[in-house]
């Protein structure tokens, strides 16, 4: 059985014509589509979804000649309708399905006298076609090659990549404003039990990785109720964290000081703005979040605020912490992209299964970079539109990119640390972009960048001699 994806191409009768691009579902063993329009051929289309067309007395002779036919899948298999269809004149026959497309199955030995071109197609999208084209369309498909190289992954790793270095270089900061604070005993009680609050231990690495793998697999059995609580958790989250970013940002600015007083505390009139300003920007993505000419841009820039503030907030106390999270991460990505296709009933990734939305739900978990794919395919309209990255690709390696820096600051180490391993982090995010091209499969990020950035790390911590106080810690965190 080989599955593969097309373009049912349709013209509406109009002047100009008005015309759309349709995903389609075919088998390549049964037939070949040609590899653009210049070669296709248009035929009128012929609505028959109030017919299943098991039987060729349910068509009135002649109504198929030489016309595109698309019939309601039903009882009956597509090689039955396929040579009633041919039977009868067609030339083209597309079966509407009201669930999610599927391979198209059969032995090819079973279609050798069928020669017309069959293919899967959305009843919602036949529906959707009436609707934008009107009642006379001409159709044909086609099946362009897929492209080896987006560019959608250029714009993707530059935001990676600026997102773990900001945050990084953010909580370097944090940590010399820490290291100022300590002068006297009371400060630095005082900073210890702010640090607990915040700080990874091994105990809770294992816990926090545990919880990750419970939830990936109550998400994949449960999707329809779980995704609106993740997406209203995602709201409330990044509305706090683009709240801590900007107004980092603007506590730099010596203008617009004012304050009013309230409930006893004195609070700045502009803070106020913004906390408005951040949660409307929460609530107007949280509406029109499915509108994807523009809703991707907000996603994104509320989840790059979501993956800053927790790479600034959230600090690993040693290296050891560190290889224990990214150590237990990275089996965690390999397992739930390549090995539970081994256990899943439709042989799906369940990883990417719940990235994607399983079983063609329309809420997407809002957890991922989405930038649209710029290179035009049938994959655009039949898979995923958008190319992904995950936020845990961004915060996992992060957090270390964010020890490092917070070691350069203990040590005065010149940023040696900090600079080495985001230039390992973006080598390894280019691994991982080579890769799925080659592979044209989904991929676990962190199976190339978990290595790039430890041994990277390992590797200077050895050169300079502090393995060892690399490896524990600094005596101010412990």
Known sequence: VAADEGILHASGSGVPPVTKDYCIIY????????????????????????????????????????????????????????????SLGAKMLLIASKTRLSAISGN?????????????????????????????????MYSPPLPEFDCSMVVIFLIAVFTVALGGY????????????????????????????????PVTVILFVVICCVMLVLLYFFYKWLVYVIISVFCLASAMSLYNCLAALIGEIPFCQCRITCCNKNIEVRLIFLAAFCIAAAVVWA?????????????????????????KTLKMPNFKSCVILLGLLLLYDVFFVFITPFITKNGASIMVEVAAGPFGNSEKLPVVIRVPRLEYSASTLCDLPFSLLGFGDIIVPGLLVAYCRRFDVQT???????????????????????????????????LYLVPCTLITSSLVAWKRKQMKKFWNGSSYQV
């Open 412 to 446: 005065r180490s010149s940023s040696v640390y900090y600079i080495s391993c985001t230039i390992a982090y973006a080598v390894g995010m280019v691994l991982t972009f080579i890769v799925l091209a080659l592979m044209k499969m989904g991929q676990p990020a962190l």
């Open 27 to 86: 088998n390549s063993n049964w037939m070949s589509l040609p590899k653009s329009l210049d070669n296709a051929t248009f035929r009128t289309l012929e609505n028959l979804t109030s017919t299943i067309l098991c039987d060729s007395s349910e068509v009135p002779a002649g109504l198929m000649n030489d016309k595109a036919v698309v019939v309601l899948r039903g009882n009956c298999t597509f090689l039955e309708k396929a040579r009633i269809a041919q």
């Open 170 to 201: 953010w909580s370097g900061v944090a940590e010399l404003e820490n290291l100022k604070a300590i002068a006297s005993p009371g400060e630095r009680e005082t900073r210890r039990k702010k640090e607990e609050n915040v700080t990874f231990t």
């Open 287 to 311: 509406v029109f979040r499915n509108e994807d000419r523009w809703a991707w841009i907000l996603q994104d820039i509320l989840g790059i605020a979501f993956c800053l503030n927790f790479i």
């Open 108 to 140: 090819k030995t079973d279609f050798e006298d069928v020669t017309l071109p069959v293919a899967l197609i959305r009843y919602s999208d036949i529906v959707d076609m009436q609707l934008v084209l009107g009642n006379e369309i001409n159709v044909t």
